[in-house]
Nanobody
Framework: VYLVESGGGLVRPGGSLRLRCAAS????????MAWYRQTPGQDRELVAS????????TYVDSVKGRFTATRDNAEKLMFLQMDALKPEDTAVYYC?????????WGPGTQVTVSS
């Protein structure tokens, strides 16, 4: 049972990245899922959530209009399209269930927004 994030990197302000979350070992399609991010010394923050059927999403105010969460239940994948990136988006990004489960925290993927 695991989640693995990928797709992070270094990007200039205003750029875009697409994060990918691959799930294994549980009934991915039955769970609301979410993206989280964390910077050093700060608590992990829920950034975006998506309903089990992909029909509804919610976002923290700071990313509304710039980030888009989607999912592919057949492939057990979730994505976070991040556009118009800002330096304050720099963080390690994680995926987990919307009601996060400790044993599902993966390694995360580093996103760095810098000129």
């Amino acid at each position: 049972v695991y989640l693995v994030e990928s797709g992070g990197g270094l990007v200039r302000p205003g750029g875009s990245l697409r994060l990918r979350c691959a799930a294994s070992g549980f009934s991915f399609r039955t769970y609301d899922m979410a993206w989280y991010r964390q910077t050093p010394g700060q608590d992990r923050e829920l950034v975006a959530s998506i309903k089990a059927n992909g029909g509804s999403t919610t976002y923290v105010d700071s990313v509304k209009g710039r980030f888009t969460a989607t999912r592919d239940n057949a492939e057990k994948l979730m994505f976070l399209q991040m556009d118009a990136l800002k330096p304050e988006d720099t963080a390690v990004y994680y995926c987990n269930r919307a009601s996060a489960v400790k044993y599902l925290w993966g390694p995360g993927t580093q996103v760095t927004v810098s000129s």
